[in-house]
């Protein structure tokens, strides 16, 4: 048996020692590294690609070996080698790719690209569903890097020396992404995806860039990265691709005995979401070859400049071809901040027949081996199709150390302080318009602090004259706890009444907050609007009140106390609910200075259009519940939890209300409900649609007060708000109600340049139209309707609508309204919400 090891253990020392790497470099003749060429171990799917010098690392088994180096645009090498236990060194230099012509036009007539490409469109149904199932490793790789930084952003000066610091140069150039993942892909027709990460790393630490985004030239509506275009981008091999592109046969080469034929892809007209480049077709099996495509702002790119896309498909079959690696370089250039980048995908040990059972996929798309961060440089140097360039290796070195020792608390005091030192300095601009943020590193965790900015702290309103309501935040991370605990802190002040409204909220939620856990306890005095909607802002009644003479905002104050837990779970469910008491305390107007005209009079602070409902000091005890669930749930699936990612599905959502009598001394006593479906549903080239629909209203109102009613969300002023929860031109409490049933309906669609692309000077400014409408119904007597269409993404963020309504009683109604909107105005608006 002792023997028998020994013998095992030679063998395989034997074998180690025999297996060898394969290095080099692969150049154009003139010398130039070309980046991310493709090197392939031939009668397989094992090989390489280079790195941004052109080098690449291949470790084999000893043996005979043929490598096949390629690179799009340019012609095929071949070299045999030999494996022998020892580093071979081959280098490739590579010839851009001759074509021939004359032949060929002169036995197909006409240009032959058009017969190319209607001939490879009737083939595209057939590659993209030709395979049932298959899976693939994928090695992929994100890398963004800052090419240059002015010397102010957004009002602020940079600190470059603080820059120097975290590994740039003193013109701001320097990695700011940077990772690396092994994914393991699995597929089953028509639509199924399951994503296994067996391996990432991000410098600094994190998840990495872990999902494989392959871009299927083989359908109609081509996907790059979302949101650089909502729409997607039409395929130059789509169903219509001829209402689209023009097409130009450029000429063709042979490669394996096959013809593939090189044709330059032109869009028709631009602001059209179109690519434009080259594409290479097998002739004959009318299938891609290859492609070298480029997306630019002037075909509805968004966010980014430039857009480049390389992809290369190789033979698994005499029959299947598939990707073999994919490059798409961004590069953007934004208030002076330049950047570029790329995302690299290599595919490898393809697998036509996986034999998938029924629990291979579910409603887990993408998955964390629970070791996924564990994999040291070793590893990494074996699974990496090419090697690090020394700045690559500099960053992962300098980050991924400072990232362990902050963790693991390995840092001195020293270190500890050199940390805390590097914050922006406090400057008039940061304290006026974007607030004050500290942070301080220690053994035990990390403390931030926060001072909201002043500019949004000054306030005017009728009732309290000039406010000044300063925020603070404070949050603790302690490395012994799996929580984090945070205090917020508001003092509000008001000039003219001379009443000091002062509250905290006090909070704790996991470290780790994948499903918006939290609990929360507040109280002390404040400030309250009677729609708790908020359906005007501070900053908005501020301006009305002081330039318009236009006291918009009705409030009273209220001493109070809550608590609040919020939480969901993995299948979809989320809930609220929170438990309130409130001493109401009805307040009046104390001043009426504005600068708006003097024939104006300023309303009272009692809500106008309630002036027949009295409003006295009371107490009020509620406590209200919110359940909402999103059906068809998919996940990731983190080594430590999992988490929903969305569904196909709407949201529906319950709320309930109960004032309770007599407890705390409390005066209300009602039952409301609300129920909601909601959802946001992508046509791709057709436009976004949105919508909210409800419906609720009061079981018992034996005593509800103003606050307690039913509000619709009105507007008054030009400002656009709450955009599928409002009334852009009702007035705010002339519909408030306790009625028992009540129904309301927003909608709104997004056309994403689907008929501005076609009109001058919209197409090129890239102006997008949005229309809908919002409406409601209680009886006869209580109902509004309005219908809007409007213009967005302007200057990618703001939006003008124009309104037409009608409400009972007073007839037609028209109005515009400013708000944001587009590219960049969405994002505003879903984390003003969150």
Request: aromatic share 16%; with cysteine.
């Amino acid at each position: 048996m002792k023997r028998a090891s020994l013998f095992i253990l030679y063998i395989l020392t034997v074998f180690s020692s025999q297996a060898g790497t394969i290095t080099g470099i692969v150049k154009d003749e003139k010398g130039n590294a070309l980046s991310y060429a493709s090197i392939t171990v031939k009668g397989t799917t094992r090989g390489a690609v280079t790195n941004t010098e052109g080098r690449f690392t291949i470790n084999l088994a000893a043996g005979n070996y043929t490598l096949i180096c390629q690179y799009v645009g340019y012609k095929k090498e071949e070299k045999n080698i030999t494996v022998d236990g020892t580093t071979v060194v081959v280098n490739f230099e590579l010839s851009i790719q001759e074509v021939t012509m004359q032949e060929v036009i002169i036995k197909r007539g006409e240009d032959p690209a058009i017969e190319i490409i209607r001939n490879t469109i009737k083939k595209r149904d057939y590659y993209n569903k030709q395979v049932d199932s298959f899976q693939v490793d994928v090695y992929i790789k994100g890398l963004v890097r800052s090419r240059n930084v002015p010397d102010k952003m957004m009002g602020q000066k940079v600190d470059r020396e603080e820059m120097k610091n975290s590994g740039f140069d003193s013109l701001g150039r320097g990695i700011l992404f940077l990772s690396e993942s092994q994914t393991k892909l699995s597929y089953k027709k028509p639509d199924k995806y399951k994503y296994e990460v067996i391996s990432s790393r991000q410098a600094g630490g994190g998840y990495g860039f872990s999902i494989p985004f392959f871009i299927n030239f083989y359908v109609n509506n081509v996907n790059v990265f979302g949101d650089l275009n909502p729409r997607g981008f039409i395929s130059p091999i789509a169903d219509g691709a001829f209402r689209y592109y023009k097409f130009h046969y450029d000429g063709s080469f042979f490669e394996n005995n096959k013809m593939i034929d090189r044709i330059k892809v032109t869009p028709r007209r631009k602001n059209e979401p179109l690519f434009e480049g080259y594409v290479h077709i097998v002739d004959g099996e009318w299938r891609l070859h290859s492609v070298n495509l480029m997306l630019t702002k002037n075909y509805q790119l968004q966010l980014i400049d430039t857009a480049i896309i390389t992809q290369l498909n190789t033979q698994i079959t005499p029959d299947v071809w598939k990707s073999q690696n994919q490059v798409v370089y961004v590069a953007a250039n934004t208030l002076g901040f330049e950047w570029t980048g790329y995302f690299l995908n290599v595919y490898s040990n393809y697998n036509l027949n996986p034999g998938f059972t029924k629990k291979t996929f579910n409603r887990t798309i993408l998955s964390y081996d629970t070791a996924f961060d564990k994999k040291d440089t070793a590893y990494w140097n074996i699974v990496r199709p090419f090697p690090l360039d020394p700045e690559e290796k500099r960053d992962f070195a300098f980050k991924d150390s400072l990232y362990r020792k902050i963790m693991d608390s390995f840092l001195t005091k020293q270190e500890f302080d050199t940390l805390n030192k590097r914050q922006p300095p406090i400057t008039l601009g940061r304290f006026l318009f974007s607030g004050i943020r500290r942070y301080h590193y220690s053994k035990k965790g990390l403390f931030r602090y926060g001072l909201d900015p002043m500019i949004l702290s000054a306030q005017y309103n009728t009732v309290e004259g000039f406010v000044a309501d300063i925020g603070q935040s404070f949050h603790y991370s302690p490395k012994k706890s799996s929580n984090d605990f945070y205090l917020k802190l508001n003092t509000r002040y008001g000039f003219s009444n001379n009443h000091f409204n002062p509250h905290a909220l006090f909070g704790i939620s996991p470290q780790k907050n994948y499903f918006n856990h939290y609990l929360e306890f507040s109280g002390g005095k404040r400030v309250s609007q009677f729609n708790h909607g908020n359906p005007i802002d501070e900053f908005t009644n501020t301006y009305y009140t002081l330039l318009a003479k236009r006291n918009y905002m009705k409030i009273y104050e209220n001493w109070f106390g809550q608590v609040e837990y919020n939480s969901s779970l993995e299948d979809g469910w989320k809930w609220n609910v929170s438990s309130t008491f409130e001493d109401r305390i009805p307040v009046e107007n104390t001043t009426d200075f504005s600068f708006g005209k003097k024939h104006r009079t300023i309303l009272p602070n009692h809500p106008y259009e309630l002036a027949n409902v009295s409003f006295n000091r009371h107490q009020a005890m509620i406590v209200s519940a919110t359940v909402a669930y999103q059906p068809g749930q998919y996940y990731i699936e983190l080594p430590d939890a999992k988490i929903s990612i969305g569904s196909k599905y709407p949201t529906f959502e319950l709320n309930y209300s109960k004032g309770f009598q007599n407890i705390f001394g409390s005066d209300v006593d009602f039952d409301k409900w609300k129920f909601s479906v909601y959802d946001d549903m992508n046509f791709r080239m057709a436009g976004e649609f949105k919508y909210r629909l409800s419906v609720g209203g009061f079981l018992n109102a034996t005593h509800a007060e103003i606050p307690d009613f039913t509000h619709f969300n009105g507007n008054q002023t030009y400002r656009l708000y709450n955009y599928l929860n409002a009334f852009q031109l009702a007035p705010y409490y002339l519909y408030s109600n306790t009625e028992s049933f009540y129904t309301t309906f927003n909608a709104e669609h997004h056309f994403n340049g689907l008929i501005t692309n076609k009109i001058p000077l919209l197409n090129k400014l890239k102006w997008n139209l949005v229309g809908g409408t919002n409406t409601f119904f209680v009886n006869k007597q209580n109902y509004y309707a309005e219908a809007f269409a409007g213009i967005e993404n302007i200057l990618k963020i703001f939006r003008v609508d124009f309104i037409s309504g009608y409400q009972s009683g007073s007839g037609n109604l028209f109005g515009v309204r400013f708000g944001v909107g587009g590219i960049l105005g969405g994002a505003l608006q879903v984390s003003r919400k969150k």
